[in-house]
């Protein structure tokens, strides 16, 4: 198994987008830009409208990704984040990648 300097201060959390979220492109460009970041886990929309994504990286890198997400792009109206701490220990995600709707 291959480590990196970053192992120590990989965090997890789980992110719900509330607003005019879905229909937008939102999840696309979600995707994008965690690749962007070096962002790995997963978005997906939720049954109650809301955007959900599990969020894995550095401190810098979910606040950089935090910060996009509360931003959301011209197309969303984001009036909402709530965001979860998931605390170790949790599996690794390789990629960012989008889940079918929950």
């Keep these: 198994m291959q480590t990196d300097r970053n192992d120590g201060m990989l965090e997890m959390r789980l992110v719900r987008v509330h607003g005019r979220v879905q229909g ?6 979600c995707v994008r830009r965690a690749q ?3 962002v790995t886990g997963w978005v997906r929309n939720r049954m109650d409208e ?3 994504a599990m969020l894995q990286g550095s401190p810098e890198q979910l606040a950089d990704m935090c910060a996009w997400l509360s ?3 011209s197309a969303a109206l984001v009036e909402e ?3 979860t701490e998931v605390k170790p220990p949790f ?3 390789d990629s960012f990648e989008r889940l079918p709707t929950e």
Excluded at 24 to 29: H, I, P, S
């Design 91 to 93: 599996a690794r995600f």
């Design 71 to 73: 931003e959301g792009m």
């Design 24 to 29: 937008t492109g939102y999840r696309e460009a």
């Design 81 to 83: 984040l709530e965001v």
């Design 36 to 38: 962007e970041l070096g």
């Design 50 to 52: 809301a955007v959900e």
